[in-house]
């Protein structure tokens, strides 16, 4: 079946840094999403991508679409101690399908 | 606009009982998942329903069974607890690609 390879597993870095954090699958998908799950929640949907090489931002958050259509990339700037959390990557294949497959996500933790 | 609702929020249950977990979302949309998450595993598909009146198995829909009340509302039944289910259950609904998750039931079988 289809995998998301996400990377990396976990990462810490120093409030104020810049954060970037990929997916890549062995197959083509059509819609990209990434999400933030913050612990004791369900994940939160940041950015959706329908396009490939679509680059859309959502505040300091900023996700590409391969051009391939087989990776994404989630950048975040300025990184401030909300930013904790473990984010998700989820991939849909196209038409008759109504399922996302998703990656095992990328922890953040954020040192002040 | 309460967007997917979930109850309950924790359970615990012993080996053999049985429990319904609910699912409710505000947003007219046509499909809803359940979905179970454990350390390590990611978020693994139980069933799902793409539309009202129809139901599907995901990757793990052992030891479970769901009902698509309306359209609305969305439940997973586990018939037999087992503590191999103890784990983080998660419902989503979708109008298109994207999901919109609830804020998850913690269920722990002893």
């Known amino acids: 079946g289809q995998q998301l390879n996400q990377s990396p597993q976990s990462m810490f870095i120093q409030e104020g840094e810049d954060v970037s954090m990929n997916c890549t699958s062995s197959?083509?998908?059509?819609?990209w999403l990434w999400y933030k799950q913050e612990p004791g929640e369900g994940p939160v949907l940041l950015i959706a991508?329908?396009?490939?090489?679509e680059l859309t931002s959502n505040g300091r958050l900023t996700a590409q679409f391969g051009i391939t259509r087989k990776d994404s990339f989630l950048n975040i700037s300025a990184s401030i101690p909300s930013d904790v959390g473990i984010y998700f990557c989820a991939g849909h294949s196209g038409a008759g399908s109504y399922q996302l497959t998703f990656g095992k996500g990328t922890k953040l933790s954020v040192i002040p | 606009n309460a967007g997917v609702t979930q109850t309950p929020k924790f359970q615990v249950l012993k080996t053999g009982q049985s429990m319904t977990l609910q699912c409710a979302q505000d947003m007219n949309h046509n499909s809803m998942y359940w979905y179970r998450q454990d350390p390590g595993m990611g978020l693994r598909l139980i069933y799902y329903?793409?539309?009202?009146?129809?139901?599907d198995k995901g990757e793990v829909p052992n030891g479970y069974n769901v009902s698509r009340l309306n359209k609305r509302e969305f439940s997973l039944r586990l018939e037999s607890a087992a503590p191999s289910q103890t784990s983080v259950y998660f419902c989503a609904s979708a109008g298109y690609h994207e999901q919109y998750f609830g804020p998850g039931t913690r269920l722990t079988v002893t």
């Open positions: 329903s793409a539309s009202e009146g129809t139901t």
């Open positions: 991508l329908y396009k490939a090489g």
């Open positions: 197959s083509i998908f059509n819609t």
